[in-house]
């Protein structure tokens, strides 16, 4: 299934993706649309259909797009009649490229937030048991040489 180009599941009861989905590389067009109000999210890996160009999911219960939508090289994107939260309505009117720059700047946002907890948890060169890693403690007293 990796060599499948085009999916078309229009009026279909789809009530969500597997997260498998997202194996399907060589996958350029897919039709999502008017699943009678079943498809309400999509899983992150999503974002892994690299070479996904026409998406349509018009006519669903879609709130948010995942995080890693931004990674997508869509050209066409049809999103009418979702009750989306995330991307704002003013972005998705701007059209496609709007779109995926914004869930981009998103996606590595929140890269970066998880980046910066990792690196404020882990103890930092320094730190002993006896005192933190930027805790002030007094020097030991000179000895004679």
Partial sequence: MTSLYLLDAHFNELCGLPSAFGKLTSLEILNLSSTFNDLKELSSSFGDLLNLRELDLSNN?????????????????????????????????????????????????????????????????????????????????????
């Fill in 61 to 145: 219960q879609i709130h948010a797009l995942p995080n890693t939508f931004g990674r997508l090289k869509l050209e066409k994107l049809n999103l009418e009649q979702n009750p989306l939260a995330m991307p704002p309505e003013v972005i998705v009117n701007k059209g496609v490229n709007a779109v995926k720059e914004y869930m981009l700047k998103r996606w590595l946002d929140i890269l970066l937030e998880e980046q910066s907890l990792e690196v404020s948890s882990t103890p930092k060169a320094g730190a002993s048991a006896g005192g933190s890693a930027g805790e002030k403690r007094p020097l030991p007293p000179a000895r004679g040489r």
